[in-house]
Structure formats: structure tokens, C-alpha cells
């Protein structure tokens, strides 16, 4: 978590940072350190409320599925940072590939991470002209992922099929 926040506050950028609790000694210098740049949001967030606003630029994810539909879903590029848990690595990939958003590169023996590789993948994203490709391919997939109708449209045909799919198996 240090380094974590190291990595965000050398970054020099404005953030919302979402966190459980408040308890972990780190976040309270933290706060004070980047006062009047950053804020340290504790509990809940109303995460896609945050996404909608015009003044979010990206969006540092664990690359949970959630997270990052409701990132492109209002065109938000992504700064990867995959966590421990099933196919959140597997994503980070996918992401990568289709040009949405960069990983925060890591130690391939042990995972580790350093404050210089959060910071430095903060602002190859929001600062960089490397950036400046990948808010552009994100912002187009808000076109996919924030399409209410589109979603429903998908919704509606899926059903129609495990509808007849239900039909099918219960006549033979």
C-alpha cells in the first residue's frame, strides 16, 4: 500500500482514491500530503457516478470486469493494476491488447511493484503522448459499453434464446 500511494502522489496528478478503511497509518500522512490535489475517499464510492464526470480522465483499476465496463462505459482509459483474484491478470491482457488502457509493470518473479512503475504508468497514460492513442481507442468503446439500449438489445436476444434453447430441451 506504500508504495501504492507513493506511486499516486509522485505521479502530480489530480485522483479520487478509493479505499476500505481509513485505519492504515499510510493513508493519514498521505492525506496530508497531497491536500488540495487528491482526495481519499474511505468505504463505498458511487464509482459510476465518478466515471460520468467530465473531469475524470482515467481510471486506475484492478481490472475486475464491473470496473472496467463501467470505466469504458463512460470512455474513461485505464491504468491496469490487476489484482490476485481469478481472471483479472487474464483481462489486464485483453485490455492491453485492445489498446484501452496500460499496465503497471511488475516483478514477474515475485509480483512486487514500485512506487516509480505506479507513477511513471500514471503518466505515460494521462500525460504522455503514449496516452493520448488509448483515451482515444476507450473513449470509442463508450459507444459499446455505454449503450443502454445496445446492452438491453443483447439482453433481450440472449434470452430469446435460452428461452427456445428451454423449449427445445423439454420437447425431446
Known amino acids: 500500500m506504500k508504495e501504492f500511494a507513493s506511486g499516486i502522489e509522485k505521479s502530480g496528478l489530480s485522483f479520487i482514491w478509493v479505499v476500505k478503511t481509513r485505519d492504515d497509518p499510510i493513508i493519514t500522512g498521505f492525506e496530508a500530503r497531497v491536500s488540495g ?16 464526470r467530465p473531469s475524470i480522465g482515467g481510471f486506475l483499476t484492478h481490472c475486475g470486469w ?52 505506479v507513477s511513471e504508468s500514471i503518466r505515460r497514460v494521462m500525460v504522455e503522448k503514449e496516452g493520448e492513442e488509448l483515451k482515444r481507442n476507450a473513449w470509442a468503446m463508450k459507444e459499446i459499453f455505454g449503450n443502454v439500449q445496445l446492452q438491453n438489445k443483447y439482453l433481450d436476444e440472449f434470452t430469446r434464446v435460452l428461452e427456445s434453447e428451454l423449449v427445445l430441451t423439454k420437447s425431446t
Open 37 to 52: 490535489r487528491g482526495l481519499v475517499w474511505v468505504g463505498w464510492a458511487p464509482q459510476k457516478r465518478i466515471m460520468a
Open 66 to 117: 464491473s470496473s472496467v465496463t463501467e470505466a469504458l462505459g463512460s470512455g474513461r482509459v485505464l491504468i491496469l493494476f490487476p489484482g490476485a483474484c481469478s481472471d483479472q491478470g487474464l483481462m489486464a491482457r485483453l485490455l492491453v491488447g485492445k489498446q484501452v488502457g496500460l499496465e503497471i509493470p511488475r516483478n514477474e518473479k515475485d509480483g512486487s511493484f514500485t512506487s516509480d512503475s
